[in-house]
């Protein structure tokens, strides 16, 4: 009894934690390229800047046929990748612009790590 009661509540927790992880407003990835573990993407309060600043920039708009969205693995070739300014976080990705929506990507993977809405 004691262990169908340690085991009910094993997947109760282990249903609850995305759901937990999901009303966060950061995304928060993981990716075993880059060491010491998760990485938080830009921060939420600074989204809309860091939005304004990419459009100030005028970076250009790269069209690919995948899905705008976490875990899509950009082109090999013809997207070029832009460093983050400091002022939104220290971070070892970078940022382009995927079917007109912003993105930061991990250059050595080109997997994308975080969609600016």
Known sequence: MRNAFIAAA?????????LA??????????????????????????VSQFREYIVRERVPSYVVDSPVAVGTVLPEAGVTYYDVPQRYGETPYRYTVINEQPVLVNPRTRRIMQVID
């Open 10 to 18: 094993a997947f109760a927790a282990a249903i609850g934690a995305p």
């Open 21 to 46: 992880a999901q009303a966060q407003g950061t995304v928060i990835v993981e990716d075993r390229a880059t060491v010491g573990g998760p990485y938080v993407g830009i921060p939420h309060e600074q």
